[in-house]
Structure formats: C-alpha cells, structure tokens
C-alpha cells in the first residue's frame, strides 16, 4: 500500500534453505532491493510456566522454524546451533546504489535445450562471479521456471553492463532486482 519506505524480508536460511514465497514477491511487486542482512537464528520453544519438555505433545510454529528445527525436535529442538538467515531490505523507489558490489536478477528464458548455459555464458564471459542461482516454477507454464541470480559486480562497470544487456536481449522477461 506504499505505507512504509521499506520492508525486510527473510529470503533464505542456512537449514531450512529458500523462503520460496518471497521470491516469488519480488517479482509480483516492483520493489528494489537496496540491502542485505544476515542475522543469527536461536529459536526457543515456549511454554506454560512449570511445563517441562517432556510434557510437550504439539507444536504450533511457522512452517520455516519447523524446518530449521526438525531433527532436533524428533529428539528435543533446534538443530543447527550456526542457525542463521538472510533477509533483503526491499523499497517500492528505485534506488541503485553507487558503491553496490552485489546485483540481483531475475530472468525467464525459452523452454529449449541449452538456454540456461547460454544465460549463464554472459556471466562467464564477463569474468563475473555469481554468488547464488535458485528457480521457481512458472505457475502459468508447466515445467518451466523463473531463475533468480545474485553476482558480484559494479552496476556501473563495463562487464556488468555487457552481461546485462546480453541477457535483457536473449531472455523472455529480465528484471534487475536491486543493486546493494
């Protein structure tokens, strides 16, 4: 609704892995992202005063904390004590920061043989250091995808703005997502 200037939002987790929805939110709302944090997770299970954890019949939790704590709670509770999770500081103005050493994208590309390695050579062939892929399915197409990338890079240098223009011309639909 445009009430705030800016959103956090968890976008993967050491454990428990990608927040699958707020991908696909960065791409349904034209929000920019303009920062990064990771923060430590320590989940704790609360509840009723004297209660011990043996009396414990049924937990009531986020789905993402049940994942980051499940084999711990086939046993007792959080498993990974390294437990941490990124999140993406988002904005609805368009904001690219100068100094940013990490661009965000996301891109759909034709569903034919060899379209992902041709995508993926303009980063190659820049010298450019991808710093994580993920895919999310394409609900109105079957069997076809949304690829989201994060790579380091300058968006003011001559090798970002070379991939850049090489994948906007060769895919179906490109966005930038944010420059931090």
């Known amino acids: 609704k445009g009430e705030a200037d800016y959103a956090v939002l ?3 987790n050491s454990s428990a892995g990608i927040v699958s929805e707020n991908y696909d939110l960065l791409v349904e709302y034209d929000n920019c992202i303009v920062g990064e944090q990771i923060i430590p997770i320590d989940h704790c299970l609360l509840g ?3 209660s011990k ?5 049924q937990i009531y939790s986020h ?8 084999r711990y709670l086939d046993e007792h509770i959080q498993d990974n004590s390294n ?4 999140f993406v500081i988002v904005t609805g103005r368009k904001i690219f920061l100068k100094n940013a050493g990490k661009i965000s994208i996301c891109f759909e590309i034709p569903h034919e043989s ?3 390695y041709h995508m993926l050579s303009h980063f ?4 450019l250091n991808m710093n994580k892929i993920e895919s999310r399915p394409l609900g109105e197409r079957n069997w076809e995808y949304r690829f989201f ?3 380091e890079g300058r968006f003011e240098d001559h090798a970002v703005q070379n991939a850049l223009r090489g994948l906007r011309d060769e895919t179906i639909a490109f966005r930038i997502l944010g420059t931090y």
């Open 53 to 57: 954890l043996s009396d414990i019949e």
């Open 124 to 127: 190659i062939f820049n010298d």
């Open 10 to 12: 968890p976008i993967e």
């Open 83 to 86: 437990n941490c999770t990124k």
């Open 48 to 50: 009723t005063k004297g």
């Open 63 to 70: 789905p993402q904390a049940l994942m980051q704590c499940g």
């Open 149 to 151: 990338v994060d790579f």
């Open 114 to 116: 060899g379209s992902l």
